[in-house]
């Protein structure tokens, strides 16, 4: 720190005290900062301390300058002088154009302020600005200049002026070369900068880019790091090809590079790059500026104005920007802009009321957002411009706004969305609310309004119980009218089956009667068929009624599959036979197979369809057809019956199922029937969830099928596995054995088929013909390996004793089928499985089968049997009492209940035959007396006879103690069976017969 020197002499003291000053101003002298001392003088103001950093920031040679300047302050300017201030204003200090050195006004008044003692802004802004050094043609000193006062010793008024500068360059004002220095100093600055930058010239002869320089991070880019500089790009192109840079690409771009010449606009370009260096798919954005142009011949730089590109080389600085990622958050925003517009029109065009609201501590709610459909709403309460607002500042009461926030309160306890409905009384509607949370402390609400709904939903609970009323009303009337028609039937089935009984008993006891002449059997014969048919009927008519009222019940247990199809053929077959037309099935299904299901209502199905076909059937055939197939563990039998019929219109196929209707009336007429059988079937099928269907054409037949799914059980049945390794022996030896052929004869050509494809699956030659007179005229080879010869009965007997001829002279065995009776050389029709392969067996493997069977009864006599009846109907006694006679026993018959409940208690009956309706007391009531009053060790079995076949008659006499239920008219053998199922003394003695 320097000083002006004094000529005066000191004292010890005085020395010792500028041996500090002189220490500190030493320290000063050295500091960054500067510092300046000025005082107060009579004459002005005197400079009496200064620093190197002073004279530094203030473009200083020496301190001569900071004199004058003083002095020229006071002779120009009054002490008292004031300056307008400005915070936002910066004053010069330096020197001026004439080289003079100037201190701004604003300086002189704050260094008058502080001498006074008035406050000062702590830091007030200045720069200094030189002209003659160098250094001071390229930039300048921004000063920060603070003013303290303080008393020296001689007590003059002071103020130090502490400076702090900060140096700013100034660009260049003049066009010159730059020095090695400046142009590193330049290039460290751009590299610094980070930049996809380059230096390039455009030859317009060559028609090339010179690439002069470019940064380390354009050459990564671009080029995978290959450091491009000072050479040509089209010849670095063609001797590096890896770099992707095409001639076409380097003229396009100088083409464009060209548009800024004589213009200080800089040209800019976007484009998607897809694989050029590192560079894949990436969006660049390319600006190019105008630096200056050199003449090719007189080699002269300067600044092309007038834009002429010929005769020149340009040069151009050239900078990249990867906007990328830039880019797609500008379309993401502008797609998300758009999608948000495209929401808050689509909220707009709902009419259901949508709002975002966030729920306040207050329990209030702040609306953030509402659709015009809310905003409407909220108008007609009052609640105007609602978005932005809180329900409190819309006036809204809390205790109804809690109607909607407890929704929200409910969906931030449990987490999930929730949709109720309430009544708001404050708007007199019902609403249906869905609401869920939107994000941390905001939750969506739509509201619908379902006013109308609510109304009608009353109205319809309204039409309901009316409806309900007016259904238990109509019920009371159905279920009288259905007690009325089901004593009807009850009634009318007694009354007919009582006297129908009696009619075919006495029937059947003239038909087994010797020395009746042949016409009065053939009378007696249709009589019982008359009988037959009139009980067919009834049968038909009950079953409709039980099934309409739902009173059938499948009775589901394990049965033998063949033995149901080939006992349902059995039934049919009579009246087949009479007509002439073949019966006979093709069943698919292995021999063992036992299915669960009511085989009693199987059979019912089967037997209706067989003798709907053999009705309506006149010439030709009828075929049954079974076949299965697994799905799921369960087995699924598909059954068809196909006939050669009368077949059905396309007009009938609709009606046929209906109750009571036939195809025609006139089919009525001729072939008669109730036109109940389909339609029993059909509902049948349907409780056993199948569906029945038909195909025909009119005069050509028809084909009914359906399917049923049912379970399996493994088969018990020691005879039918003996068959089936019959079977499995026929295949086993059909290679071995020379006479393993069949021929068989019949003039069904359907038979003929299903016969053919059995025995291929046995692994036999089936030489299948229509007559007698093919078989004779066989070739010897063919008669020779036949095993067995199967014959129609209708063939004539003369080629029958041909043909049986030729059969013994090749030692085949001759078996015809169709005779009525059964004897070795006959089989009986439709054909049974165990007995082809019975034959067979004898036949080919020479094996003699018997099997265990329950062999018909010709004698049978149950002696010993007490029996107590109680019939009130003559003929029925007498009818009774005549099948019992011949089972040996000699029955006690009554006329009431009364009077059976009495021989109950005093005789020791095996069995009572109890009629359910007589006079005094009925059956029931009569069973329910003897199993009261008759000690235990004494009660009989009673089996109830009853002409109601309806199912509830039946249940009740199994509830009211009977042990079984026959229904009227009985057979003889009807009764005999459930006499042994009730009760079998040991007496019993039976008498069978053997086939």
């Known amino acids: 720190m320097k000083r002006r020197k004094t000529s005066n002499s000191r004292s010890k003291s005085e020395e010792k005290c500028s041996i ?80 003079s050195y100037y201190f701004s006004p604003l300086f002189w008044n704050y260094l008058n302020r502080c001498l006074r003692g008035e406050k000062t802004p702590k830091r007030i802004k200045f720069r200094s600005k030189g002209k003659d050094e160098k250094r001071e043609k390229f930039g300048f000193y921004f000063l920060s200049l603070s003013f303290f006062k303080y008393s020296s010793e001689n007590e003059r008024e002071c103020a130090i002026v502490r400076m702090e500068g900060e140096w700013h360059e100034l660009p260049m004002t003049e066009q010159r070369i730059l020095s090695i220095d400046e142009q590193q100093w330049m290039i460290q600055l751009m590299n610094l900068a980070n930049p996809n930058a380059l230096m390039v010239m455009w030859h317009p002869i060559k028609k ?17 790091g290959v450091k491009l500089e000072a050479v040509w790009a089209k010849e670095k192109a063609k001797s590096n090809e890896k770099l992707g840079i095409l001639h076409s690409e380097i003229e396009w771009w100088g083409s464009q590079y060209t548009t800024t010449i004589g213009s200080e606009n800089k040209y800019e370009v976007e484009s998607i790059v897809h694989s050029v260096g590192d560079l894949k798919d990436r969006i660049m954005n390319g600006k190019c500026t105008y630096i200056d142009s050199q003449h090719l011949d007189s080699l002269e730089f300067g600044r092309n104005k007038t834009g002429e590109i010929d005769g020149f080389t340009h040069r151009f600085i050239v900078t990249f920007e990867d906007v990328t990622e830039k880019r797609e958050i500008q379309k993401k925003s502008k797609e998300m802009q758009e999608i948000n517009e495209m929401q808050y029109q689509f909220m707009n065009s709902c009419s259901n009321a949508m709002e975002l609201l966030e729920l306040l501590p207050s329990g209030h709610v702040k609306y953030h957002l509402v659709n015009d459909a809310c905003q409407k709403a909220l108008e007609s309460v009052g609640g105007f411009n609602a978005r932005g607002k809180t329900s409190e500042e819309l006036g809204f009461p809390l205790d109804h706004v809690k109607m909607y926030s407890n929704y929200m309160i ?57 409806l309900e009323d007016q259904v238990e009303e109509r019920t009371k009337d159905l279920n ?65 009624s039980k099934i309409d009222a739902h009173e059938v019940t499948l009775d589901i247990r394990p049965c033998h599959l063949q033995t149901v199809i080939e006992e349902s053929m059995e039934v049919v077959s009579i009246q087949a036979s009479k007509k002439n037309i073949p019966l006979f099935s093709r069943s698919e299904t292995p021999l063992e197979l036992h299915v669960v299901i009511d085989q009693g209502r199987l059979r019912q199905i089967l037997i209706n369809l067989l003798a709907n076909a053999t009705k309506f059937t006149d010439e030709g055939e009828i075929e049954l057809s079974v076949d299965y197939e697994w799905k799921n563990g369960k087995v ?98 059909s290679e071995k054995k020379k006479k393993n052929s069949v021929i068989l004869v019949n003039s069904s050509k359907g038979l003929l088929s299903a016969m053919r494809n059995y025995m291929m699956k046995l692994g036999i030659e089936c030489i299948s013909l229509q007559s007698c007179e093919q078989a004779i005229k066989l070739d010897e080879s063919k008669h020779s390996s036949a095993s067995l010869y199967l014959v129609d009965n209708n063939e004539k007997e003369e080629d029958l004793e041909g043909l049986k001829r030729i059969c013994d002279r090749f030692g085949g065995k001759f078996v015809i089928s169709g005779k009525d009776e059964e004897s070795s050389g006959t089989i009986h029709t439709p054909f049974r499985k165990k007995d082809i392969l019975i034959l067979l067996s004898e036949a080919i493997l020479g094996e003699k089968i018997v099997l265990e069977k329950e062999k018909p009864k010709q004698q049978q006599t149950l002696e010993g049997l007490r029996v107590l009846v109680a019939e009130d109907n003559i003929l029925n006694q007498k009818v009774i009492h005549r099948m019992l006679k011949r089972l040996g026993i000699e029955p006690v ?103």
């Open 20 to 99: 500090s000053n002189d220490l500190l101003l030493q320290t000063l002298e050295l500091a960054k900062e500067g510092f300046l001392i000025v005082s107060k003088e009579k004459n002005g103001f005197k400079l009496t301390h200064w620093n190197r950093s002073a004279l530094k920031f203030l473009f200083c040679r020496d301190e001569k300058d900071l004199e004058l300047e003083c002095l020229q302050y006071h002779q120009s300017s009054p002490q008292n002088e004031k300056h307008e201030e400005n915070a936002e204003r910066v004053e010069w200090i330096g020197r001026n154009n004439d080289s």
């Open 208 to 224: 090339d880019l010179f690439l002069c320089r470019s940064t380390p991070q354009y050459d990564e880019c671009f080029f995978k």
């Open 410 to 466: 409910e969906v931030e306890e449990t987490g999930e969305s929730i949709q109720r409905t309430h009544h708001d009384p404050r708007m007199n509607n019902w609403y249906s609310i869905s609401c869920w949370k939107a994000s941390s402390n905001l939750f969506g609400i739509i509201v619908t309004d379902v006013s109308q709904v609510k109304r009608l939903e009353q109205e319809l609970v309204k039409s309901k119980e009316r």
């Open 480 to 544: 009288l009218a259905l007690a009325v028609r089901s004593r009807f039937l009850a009634t009318m089935s007694h009354e007919v089956r009582t006297p129908l009984s009696g009619i075919m008993s006495c029937l059947h006891h003239f038909l087994e009667l010797d020395g009746l002449s042949a016409d009065s059997k053939e009378m007696m014969k249709i009589g019982m068929i008359c009988s037959e048919q009139l009980l067919v009927v009834i049968n038909d008519v009950l079953d409709f």
């Open 636 to 733: 699924v039998l598909h059954f068809a019956v196909r006939d050669t019929g009368i077949g059905i219109s396309e007009d009938s196929k609709e009606k046929i199922f209906l109750p009571f209707l036939q195809s025609d009336t006139s089919i009525t007429r001729r072939y008669g029937g109730s036109g109940l059988g389909l339609c029993i079937v059909k509902k049948l099928v349907e409780m056993m969830k199948g569906n029945i269907q038909v195909e025909s054409k009119l005069g050509e037949g028809s084909r009914f099928f359906f399917s049923i799914e049912v379970d399996t059980v493994e088969n018990t049945d020691k005879s039918l596995s003996i068959l089936s390794e019959i079977g499995n022996k026929l295949k086993r030896s």
């Open 893 to 995: 018959i009554v006329e009431n209940g009364k009077l059976a409940v009495e021989q109950a208690m005093t005789g020791d009956y095996h069995l009572i035959l109890m009629d359910c309706m007589m006079p005094i007391m009925g059956g029931i009531e009569a069973t329910q007396q003897i199993r009261k009053m008759v000690p235990s060790t004494k009660q009989p079995k009673i089996v109830a006879l009853t002409a109601d076949a309806m199912s509830d008659h039946k249940k009740s006499c199994l509830e009211n103690g009977m042990d079984e239920v026959l229904t009227k008219p009985i057979n003889q053998n009807q009764l005999f069976d459930e006499l042994c199922k009730v009760y079998v003394p040991p007496t019993i003695r039976r008498i069978v017969g053997e086939v």
